[in-house]
């Protein structure tokens, strides 16, 4: 190795200077490019596609953080890596925002037409869409961007336009009146993930419902008064004796002058409310499902803005919802039937775009079937083709498809997929093709668009462009998610790779846990506790949000995080860089070379490879294991405690010899060995690794770290004895300076130091004599303790270190005495507080627990103080 200038490397690591000069290098030097290659293995992941109206968040720095190691990982052991980004064109997001945007310049969406809208909602993807992707840029992610695909760009629609025709015909997509979530502001249908539960004050109201031909009454109880408008029915519970009688007779329904039946049915819960249930089949999931055990008719009373329509009695109608509901109230009350009102406080469903709350809707949808398509899927998973991280979302998974419905896959919106079919104008007559007919003058498109979640589930297989791309990357190898989409999309992938592929879409899933603040609470907008990774970038840098956002989230469990934990990656960031600071700039001086590099060995080198290889084994491990969490705190472990605090200090004594073949050898090893563990650390922290390998040795145009061959486990190096060994030698050491601190003896000043141990090698003894400050080091199995001695007991020693000659004895007993006597002092005044009733009940709780702390914080140092004291007795 040629000698290069190190003296200008920084004294600290500034990622300000590093993190963008190596995102532009990589891409500049297509390292994160991939083609199919049959003389490689592929590996291969695409990205969860960010909406485009997303933002960056703690989510997507968890997520695309693990998806970046496990890529950068494969690529440096051979695999050909391949991780597709992309986004989604979020079908009602997206247009909720476009029509609010399109408002403030007094546009509106109808007003301009279907083809005017869509070319707004195009503009405002090209302006606003592309942001996110810039943002996950900053984090250093290793995506192949040549492959950036969008759910709605030319191939990828005609892919879905394409699998909805072939479902079509073969008999597994329908149109039908169904109950769906339906947006009042959006004026579609929504999924079950776009609907947020709320917790809502709300009011019960126990109304009469007059039993018709008697003057009896039943009492029901409701949270929606204005929905019995739309009631044709009322259910008791058959094994409810108060209402046995009652069954098979009819009700004159208040305000309405329609009779509906009384029946039983096991889902009515006899303890809520009165027992008795008005059921509202147009406008309750459950009401809708009784109606339909007991055939009965189904009234919708809203329009699609939830105002109400011509089926409520003339005076209700064209009102909003709500204002319905103190009308009908109102009338209740005015005719006696409104028994009370109670406070009631239950979870509404809002639309997660709309801002509102939804409404149970019977509505004219396209319907996917799911029997046939969810059994395979189901049976992938439970069989274990495709595995889950952590295994125990497969129960939930499990119970989700035993009791799948029917997927609506049509939305009352614009910006999306447009179902491909066609109405005849005069014969009504449908026609499903990925082309319209010939004589389209005489057709009408349907109106609605997919669903999002019935194009993104493609995502996995027709992300590749053609054939051979998709023959030779799919199926993928990992997908990370969140796990509140096992359902929408997980399940959905699996079903669509092995309907349309044949196979399954991934073999493994990762689920990410929940990021939390300190308090327990989920982050998020509302709450403002979700800090802008960007500005956690700006002020720590990536490789340090990366290293603590990985450090903090163990498989299965939510994360606690908070921006001042990153201080926990800057200090590794620094410690990594000081390291390799202090070896380059001895490469100043000390001649580099390959060929010295196995000479003069000692049982230091042999303790730190063997200590390297196990390591490396058990990091392989727990990657492959998807112990995302144990892998890194092995390597910070290994880096900070074995490399920079041990092995570092250990070589110097080498470093500053004499002898300058032995020096070569020293700097050449801790060089190779450096590089090799910052390939472990490359894929948790890309930019300083990429900044300080360069720094080690000159590179050829467009190298890269990411490129390297990993480090392989020569299993030859490890030994367990020298391990044991050094363990030993590194306790001694440690006790050695434990004693030092207590006893107050001079950093400067050299002891003498007796080992009741068998005999130690000589290369043993010289290490302990230069970091234990010792003139001299006695070990021996028989030592008697020496008196007026310092003593320490570790595993199979115990060391003695003699006082006298070293301190003042007296001097030291006096300033212990006072020490002791200062903290029973404050002790004293802790437990007055704490015995204090008055302050432990009317103080906070945080103070209180403080107080705790701090006794048994002075407890602790004053048994230790008292300890030290007796040994000098």
Known sequence: MDQQNFADIPKAYSPQNVEDKWYKYWLENNVFHSEADDSKNPYTIVIPPPNITGVLHMGHILNNTIQDIYIRLKRMQGFNACWVPGTDHASIATEVKVINDLAKRGIDKFEIGREEFLKHCYAWKDKYGGIIIEQLKKLGVSCDWSRERFTMDEHYYSKVVDSFVQLYKEGKIYRGYRMVNWCPVSKSAISDEEVIPRETKGSLWYIKYPVAGSDEFLIVATTRPETMLGDTGVAVNPEDERYKNLIGKNIELPLTGRVIPIFADQYVDKEFGTGAVKVTPAHDFNDYDMAMRHNLEFI????????????????????????????????????????????????????????????????????????????????????????????????????????????????????????????????????????????????????????????????????????????????????????????????????????????????????????????????????????????????????????????????????????????????????????????????????????????????????????????????????????????????????????????????????????EDVKTAALTRALDLFEKLLQLVHPFMPFITEELWHLIKPRVDGASISLAAFPAADNNLVSAKVEERMNMLMDIITAVRNIRGEMNIPPSRQIQLKLKAEEFPEEYINYIKKLAKAESVEATPSLVKPDKSASAVIAGCELFIPLEGIIDLDEERKRLQKEIQKMEGFLTGVEKKLSNESFVKSAPANIVEKEKEKRADLTGKLEKLRDILSKLS
């Open 300 to 659: 919708n009373i809203f329009n699609e803005d939830a105002t109400t329509n011509h089926n409520v009695p003339e005076e209700f109608r064209g009102l909003d919802r709500y204002e319905c509901r103190k009308k009908v109230v109102a009338r209740l009350e005015e005719f006696g039937l409104l028994v009370k009102t109670e406070d009631y406080t239950n979870n509404v469903g809002y639309s997660e775009r709309g801002g509102v709350p939804i409404e149970p809707y019977i509505s004219e949808q396209w319907f996917m079937k799911m029997d046939e398509l969810s059994k395979s899927a189901l049976d992938a998973v439970t069989e274990g083709q495709v595995r889950f991280h952590p295994s125990h979302w497969v129960k939930t998974y499990e119970h989700w498809m035993s009791n799948i419905k029917d997927w609506c896959i049509s939305r009352q919106l614009w910006w999306g997929h447009r179902i491909p079919v066609w109405y005849h104008k005069d014969t009504k007559e449908i026609y499903c093709n990925t082309l319209p007919p010939a004589d389209s003058e005489n057709w009408h498109q349907d109106e609605d668009v997919l669903d999002t979640w019935a194009s993104s589930w493609l995502w996995a297989h027709d992300v590749f462009t053609n054939e051979t791309d998709q023959k030779y990357y799919y199926p993928t190898d990992l997908l990370v998610t969140a796990p509140d989409i096992i359902f929408f999309w997980v399940a959905r992938m699996i079903m669509a790779g092995q309907h349309f592929m044949k196979d399954i879409p991934f073999r493994d899933v990762y689920f990410t846990s929940v990021i939390r603040d300190l308090q327990g609470r989920k982050m998020s907008k509302s709450l403002g506790n979700s800090p802008d990774p960007l500005d956690v970038i700006r002020d720590y840098g990536a490789d340090a949000m990366r290293f603590t956002i990985i450090y903090l989230a163990p498989l299965g469990q939510d994360i606690r995080f908070s921006v001042d934990k990153c201080e926990l990656g800057r200090n590794f960031a620094n410690k990594i860089w000081n390291a390799g600071r202090f070896l380059l700039m001895n490469a100043q001086t000390i001649k580099v070379d390959e060929n010295k590099k196995n000479l003069h060995r000692d049982v230091v080198d042999d303790w730190i490879d063997s200590r390297f290889t196990g390591v490396l084994n058990e990091y392989n491990k727990a990657l492959d294991r998807f112990e995302i969490n144990n892998s890194i705190k092995l390597v910070y472990s290994y880096v900070w405690n074995d490399f920079c605090d041990w092995y570092v200090e250990l070589i110097k004594n080498k470093l500053y010899s004499g002898d």
